[in-house]
Structures are given as structure tokens and as C-alpha cells.
């Protein structure tokens, strides 16, 4: 079962942070899970919400702001909002990136970050997957890259999945915890489909996603879940 640190290991460090992120390939974290937004200026920037305030003692939205103002706020710890590509240089080589599409616009600037890194060969294609929850992000993404594993984000059962699934060519499902089941887990199998569950932190949850076949989980404590390996 994969271990894929959620933001980081943020259930101890503050989340989407370079010390988050330093910290989960520390604990043995074989992926890393972040999100992207985009600057008032077109920087790709790591940071989960749109807005500012619960996660650092900026204000506002975070489009709203140029690179030079949103690094000017504490992220937690002193830490400051990263660059996409200030990630990429922690990471890459050391483990797999799970980038989240999840400001508005994003698919474009994303894709051709990381084509840059595939090209200059500072990536491969394995060392990436690329999720949304939003699908018209993912079908952007996809007709700029279709050779890169996409996943899609649902915290609630949704009417067409495995259409959805099927019209995207997609690597992975990434679903809430309370979704799961023997039957889904088994159907997601059939159709050569992944499924990845959220957020999970309690050991008893990770003994029983493990006995139901799940192929990996997120975590705040990626050390405890290489632990529990």
C-alpha cells in the first residue's frame, strides 16, 4: 500500500511547506501529495485554499496577490509559500509527486512546468501524477499531456466515475475514506484502475483499507504509515 504524504507531513509541520516536504522524505514517504495555485503574476505556488488565512498571516485571496507579496507571509515555522518549482528540486529523483490542480487556470502553466523537467530529463513520466477534482482542469491537462498518469478527486460518490474514468484515460481514483468498500475497490481493479484514499491517520483505518486491496493512502503522518508497513 503506498504511503503518500498528504501536503507533506503536515499533521506535525505546516502544510505545503518546504519543511513539510523535506520532513515526509525524511519519514520515508514514497510519494508526496501538494497543490497548485496560480499568483496574480502567473507563478504556480504551493498552497491548498484559495484563500490565505488559514494556512499562513496573509489575508485575501491567493490570485489576488503577485509572488512578491505571498512570499513575504509566514506559512508557519518562518516558512514561506513555495514555488512549484522549488518542489520539484526537493523532490524529484527522490520520490513520486502527486501535483493537485487546484486553482483556477492551473492545467496550462502545470503542464508546462513539467514538461520543461521531463525534457531537460530532470523527470520521467513515472515520477508524476497529476489530480484534480475539477474535470474540465483534467481534460485541459490531458489534451497537453496525454502521456502523464491523471487521477480524479471525489469526496462524494459521483453518478458517472467510471465514465468519467474511461473519457479521461485515467491512472487513479482518489477518493474519502468513508467511500470505500470491497465491491468499489474490486470494480476499480476490474477497470485497471488505482484507488487512492483520503485522509487517513488512525492505524485501526489503515489496517482495514489495507485488508480491502486499496493501492494507497493519504497521510498526514507519513511516518506512521511507514511504520505501520
Given at each position: 500500500?503506498?504511503?503518500?504524504?498528504?501536503?507533506?507531513?503536515?499533521?506535525?509541520?505546516?502544510?505545503?511547506?518546504?519543511?513539510?516536504?523535506?520532513?515526509?522524505?525524511?519519514?520515508?514517504?514514497?510519494?508526496?501529495?501538494?497543490?497548485?495555485?496560480?499568483?496574480?503574476?502567473g507563478e504556480l505556488v504551493v498552497i491548498h485554499d484559495e484563500q490565505l488565512e488559514r494556512t499562513t498571516d496573509?489575508?485575501?485571496?491567493?490570485?489576488?496577490?503577485?509572488?512578491?507579496?505571498?512570499?513575504?507571509f509566514n506559512a508557519g515555522r518562518g516558512e514561506r509559500i513555495p514555488l512549484l518549482r522549488e518542489?520539484?528540486?526537493?523532490?524529484?529523483?527522490?520520490?513520486?509527486?502527486?501535483?493537485?490542480?487546484?486553482?483556477?487556470?492551473?492545467?496550462?502553466?502545470?503542464?508546462?512546468?513539467?514538461?520543461?523537467?521531463l525534457e531537460q530529463g530532470r523527470l520521467t513520466a513515472a515520477d508524476l501524477l497529476v489530480s484534480a477534482g475539477d474535470r474540465q482542469q483534467l481534460a485541459v491537462f490531458r489534451s497537453l499531456r496525454p502521456d502523464l498518469r491523471l487521477a480524479v478527486i471525489y469526496d462524494?460518490?459521483?453518478?458517472?466515475?467510471?465514465?468519467?474514468?474511461?473519457?479521461?484515460?485515467?491512472?487513479s481514483l482518489h477518493i474519502d475514506r468513508s467511500l470505500v468498500t470491497g465491491e468499489l475497490v474490486e470494480e476499480a481493479h476490474r477497470r485497471g484502475l488505482r484507488l487512492f484514499v483520503f485522509t487517513v491517520n488512525d492505524r485501526s483505518e489503515l489496517l482495514r483499507l489495507r485488508q480491502l486491496g486499496v493501492d494507497g493512502v493519504f497521510t498526514d503522518y507519513p511516518e506512521r504509515a511507514a511504520a505501520f508497513r
Amino acid at each position: 500500500m503506498i504511503n503518500i504524504a498528504h501536503r507533506g507531513a503536515s499533521g506535525a509541520y505546516p502544510e505545503n511547506t518546504l519543511l513539510a516536504f523535506r520532513k515526509a522524505l525524511e519519514f520515508g514517504a514514497g510519494w508526496i501529495e501538494l497543490d497548485v495555485h496560480l499568483s496574480a503574476d502567473g507563478e504556480l505556488v504551493v498552497i491548498h485554499d484559495e484563500q490565505l488565512e488559514r494556512t499562513t498571516d496573509g489575508r485575501g485571496a491567493v490570485r489576488a496577490r503577485a509572488l512578491s507579496e505571498l512570499r513575504r507571509f509566514n506559512a508557519g515555522r518562518g516558512e514561506r509559500i513555495p514555488l512549484l518549482r522549488e518542489v520539484l528540486e526537493l523532490v524529484a529523483g527522490r520520490a513520486v509527486l502527486n501535483v493537485e490542480l487546484k486553482g483556477r487556470g492551473s492545467a496550462e502553466p502545470t503542464a508546462r512546468l513539467l514538461s520543461e523537467w521531463l525534457e531537460q530529463g530532470r523527470l520521467t513520466a513515472a515520477d508524476l501524477l497529476v489530480s484534480a477534482g475539477d474535470r474540465q482542469q483534467l481534460a485541459v491537462f490531458r489534451s497537453l499531456r496525454p502521456d502523464l498518469r491523471l487521477a480524479v478527486i471525489y469526496d462524494r460518490k459521483p453518478e458517472h466515475w467510471w465514465r468519467l474514468a474511461e473519457e479521461l484515460q485515467l491512472w487513479s481514483l482518489h477518493i474519502d475514506r468513508s467511500l470505500v468498500t470491497g465491491e468499489l475497490v474490486e470494480e476499480a481493479h476490474r477497470r485497471g484502475l488505482r484507488l487512492f484514499v483520503f485522509t487517513v491517520n488512525d492505524r485501526s483505518e489503515l489496517l482495514r483499507l489495507r485488508q480491502l486491496g486499496v493501492d494507497g493512502v493519504f497521510t498526514d503522518y507519513p511516518e506512521r504509515a511507514a511504520a505501520f508497513r
